[in-house]
């Protein structure tokens, strides 16, 4: 095996890492709101309102946040 073709194979290998790492995190932060939503839905409306959510603003509010998928859980 020659020097270029074990750099052509890492870039590979690495190039496959970061995007099955890219998927991954995708997949638990849509996980991760789609749990917050659930958790959020099951309040009930004076709860709601002490936090400052409508009811009918849970999704958006969710899908705008910026922060991880798994703080997002929390």
């Known amino acids: 095996m020659t020097a270029s073709s ?3 194979r890492t870039s590979a ?3 496959w890492g970061r995007w099955l790492s890219a998927g991954m995190t995708r997949v638990m932060t849509y996980w991760a709101r789609r ?3 659930k958790m959020l839905r099951e309040l ?3 709860q709601l ?3 400052g959510l409508p009811r009918h603003q849970i999704e958006s509010a969710v899908k705008r946040r ?3 998928g798994a703080e997002l859980a929390r």
């Open 35 to 37: 749990e917050t939503i």
């Open 49 to 51: 309102r002490d936090i």
């Open 13 to 15: 290998s690495r190039e």
């Open 6 to 8: 074990f750099n052509i």
């Open 44 to 46: 009930d409306d004076h």
């Open 66 to 68: 910026k922060d991880s």
